[in-house]
């Protein structure tokens, strides 16, 4: 290998690489399920995180809309007010 280049770190089977002994093998397997997982994992958070951030905004948007609406009926029940107090003067 030439001076300077980084060894490129080749993918073995473990079941058919010579000179392995079993034990070697459940190891190096037991490491790449852990690997998988700890991916998974990431990939997960990530999600969860997205579908956090919308149930939030939803829920904001219908608490926002709520007090939006109640604050139209009070302005409604005030306008109905006036015009019964109007019909009563008229």
């Excluded at 093998?25 to 999600?47: D, H, T």
């Amino acid at each position: 290998e030439p001076r300077g280049e980084a060894a490129v770190a080749r993918r073995i089977d473990p079941a058919r690489e010579p000179g392995l002994s079993p034990e070697q093998r459940r190891l190096m397997a037991e490491v790449e399920r852990v690997q998988r997982q700890r991916a998974l994992q990431r990939r997960l958070r990530g999600r969860n995180a997205l579908l956090g951030i919308g149930i939030g905004a939803v829920v904001l948007g219908i608490y926002g809309y709520t007090f939006y609406s109640v604050s139209q009926e009070r302005f409604l029940d005030e306008l109905e007010q006036e015009a019964e107090a109007a019909r009563a003067w008229a």
